[in-house]
């Protein structure tokens, strides 16, 4: 059965700073794997899309990486601003169509 | 941009009540998925569903029920609900991957949840 990991947990950052967020899957069989967002007692937000062919998608500030053979892939934002802070969530499609997801890191960047 | 609905956003149902959750897509999507999700038990698939009249049970669908009579929409349906149903449920639909067809578009999109209680 497909886990999803994400580590930290919880991060809290100063304004300004780069940041890593890591996401860990346990099955390489997968189309590609999401990023995305979810603000406080909202939904799902995408941020980016990595198809398995894939080594990493770009979108502004945001850079999100795909090593499908280790089962990892990171999510990395430039120059934080407290406008990120948030629950960010990676979920991998299975080849069953399956979306399954990680638990989420909650960013916090202060003023 | 691709619009998935939900009915609601907020319900307060008594125990014993049929609740339906309503969500609707305008992509033509054949993939839609119910989930709910629980503080520390991150986001948990109930049902999900190919196509019309399709479905397939996910992790938690004990309690749960779905249909799919028309493409755009997918109903998750609680029979009778309980106290331990409170939760926020959230829909999202994408298009269907066939193995070896090479899709460009694949995400997945969110409706804005519904935050059910049941009392």
């Known amino acids: 059965k497909q886990e999803v990991t994400q580590i930290p947990a919880a991060l809290s950052v100063p304004e300004g700073e780069n940041l890593v967020l890591n996401c860990s899957f346990t099955d390489s069989a997968i189309y590609n794997l999401q990023w995305f967002r979810q603000d406080p007692g909202k939904g799902l937000t995408s941020l980016l899309l990595i198809q398995s062919s894939q080594r990493e998608q770009t979108s502004g500030r945001l850079n999100a990486s795909l090593d499908k053979s280790s089962g990892r892939s990171t999510l990395y934002i430039a120059a934080s601003q407290p406008g990120d802070s948030a629950t960010y969530l990676c979920?991998?499609?299975?080849?069953?169509?399956?979306?399954?997801f990680g638990a989420g890191t909650i960013l916090r960047v202060k003023s | 941009d691709v619009k998935v609905t939900q009915s609601s956003r907020y319900l307060v149902k008594r125990t014993g009540e049929k609740v339906f959750l309503e969500c609707v897509q305008d992509?033509?999507?054949?993939?839609m998925f119910w989930y709910r999700q629980d503080p520390g038990l991150g986001l948990r698939l109930i049902y999900f569903?190919?196509?019309?009249?399709?479905?397939e049970k996910g992790d938690i669908p004990e309690g749960y029920s779905v249909s799919r009579e028309k493409k755009e929409r997918f109903s998750l349906i609680l029979e009778s609900a309980s106290t331990n149903q409170t939760s926020m449920y959230l829909c999202?639909?994408?298009?269907?991957?066939?193995?070896?067809?090479?899709?460009?578009?694949?995400?997945?999109?969110f409706g804005q949840g519904t935050r059910l209680t049941v009392v």
């Open positions: 992509m033509d999507h054949e993939n």
């Open positions: 979920a991998v499609m299975e080849y069953g169509n399956k979306l399954v």
């Open positions: 999202a639909s994408r298009i269907l991957i066939l193995q070896g067809s090479p899709n460009k578009n694949t995400e997945a999109f």
């Open positions: 569903s190919y196509d019309v009249k399709m479905k």
